[in-house]
Structures are given as structure tokens and as C-alpha cells.
């Protein structure tokens, strides 16, 4: 593969391609696949390299390990910031041509993160993404959770704050990502109770925020 290898190269797959020989170098040190290749008949046949690759890859969720095994209730999510449980404000992100295909990369994911802390106001590490993947029509799709900076809930102000940024696509994330939308998920805002889908008041009215 050369002597100059990017960093952000994280699979190569060469899968049946009649390969008889290798030399492996310190140059690449992530994954390489050489199922079906004559080279796997050889002393190379029990490691990794001529096994088959994972059905089920690992993607990128943000860490909660500082959190240990805090449960929440079903309608709250862990703040990875705080490690206390609170009514997170959720959608779904699809962003229709990012320029990467490799969903366990720990900096580019990370980068989002920064990217919607620092541009939405919120406090440093209250952004949760969990279950990265590329959907039929070839988009990428991410949950998104984004946690209040105090207490458990956002007031209505903030949510209208964030979801006009986001809908409206005043919010910008990095390059790498392309373009997106953005499609929010009902809001639980305090003193409201989930009827139908919705999230209502005690006094009988009904609606939800998106």
C-alpha cells in the first residue's frame, strides 16, 4: 500500500483477490481482510486477517462509561456531562453526503459532538449520539439526544432555540458531514404526560415540539 498511509484509512478489503503473498509492515495497523486469497492457506490462516470480517460492526456511541451503571427511567436518557438522569431533547439526524463511510471513528463523531455543544450553547459534553448507519436511500442517520444544562428538562424557549436551529439548518456541522435534516422527536417538557403520541398539559390541551 505504500509507505504514506492516512491515518483515517481504517479497512482495507481485499477479499478474493487471488493474493498469494504478503509482507506486513508497521506502516497500517487497523484492519485488513484477505478472506478467499490463496495467502490464507498459509501461516497466515488463523489470524485475523483470514477470518471473516464482522456482520455486525461496531459503531460509534458516545461513552457513558464515567457513568458506571446508572439507570434511568424509560422517559429520560443518562447525560453524559453529569451522569444524572433528565428528559433529553431527541431526533434524528440524516446527512446526505458525508464524505466517510467508516462508523466507529471516535474523532470524526467526536467532532459533531464539539460541533453541536459549542454552536447550540450548551454545556461541554450534554450531547448524546448513539447508532450511526446508512439507510436505504444511502444517508447516514444518527440519534441525537441533547441534554438541558440544569435540572432535568429544557423550558420551552430552549427547545424552540434549538429546533429552529436545527430545522432551519442554522446550525452547521462539520464539513465532513455534508448537508443534513433534521426531524425532532415530541418533547417532554415538565408537567406534561405522553396521550397518543403526544405530549399534553394537565389542563386538557395537546401538542408536541418539534
Not at 74 to 89: F, G, I, R, V
Not at 150 to 173: C, D, H, L, W
Request: aromatic share 12%; with cysteine.
Amino acid at each position: 500500500m505504500g509507505d504514506s498511509i492516512g491515518g483515517s484509512l481504517q479497512l482495507v478489503d481485499l477479499q478474493n483477490n487471488q493474493i498469494s503473498s504478503v509482507t506486513l509492515s508497521s506502516g497500517y495497523t487497523n484492519s485488513l481482510v484477505l478472506v478467499g486469497n490463496p495467502v490464507c492457506n498459509t501461516s497466515l490462516s488463523n489470524t485475523a486477517y483470514c477470518q471473516n470480517p464482522d456482520a455486525n460492526p461496531k459503531t460509534y456511541t458516545t461513552n457513558l462509561a464515567n457513568c458506571g451503571n446508572k439507570l434511568c427511567s424509560p422517559d429520560e436518557k443518562l447525560n453524559p456531562q453529569s451522569c444524572e438522569c433528565a428528559y433529553a431533547y431527541e431526533g434524528t439526524l440524516y446527512f446526505r453526503g458525508p464524505s466517510f463511510r467508516e462508523l466507529s471513528d471516535s474523532n470524526i463523531f467526536h467532532s459533531l459532538e464539539l460541533s453541536l455543544w459549542n454552536k447550540l450553547n450548551l454545556t461541554p459534553g450534554s450531547v448524546f449520539l448513539e447508532n450511526p448507519f446508512f439507510n436505504i436511500n444511502d444517508y447516514l442517520q444518527i440519534q441525537l439526544a441533547l441534554f438541558p444544562p440544569t435540572g432535568k428538562y429544557f423550558n420551552r424557549s430552549e427547545v424552540a432555540r434549538i429546533g429552529f436551529a436545527m430545522s432551519n439548518q442554522t446550525y452547521k456541522p462539520p464539513p465532513e458531514f455534508g448537508p443534513y435534516y433534521f426531524i425532532a422527536s415530541p418533547y417532554h417538557f415538565q408537567g406534561t404526560t405522553l396521550q397518543g403520541g403526544l405530549y399534553t398539559s394537565g389542563g386538557g390541551g395537546g401538542g408536541s415540539c418539534n
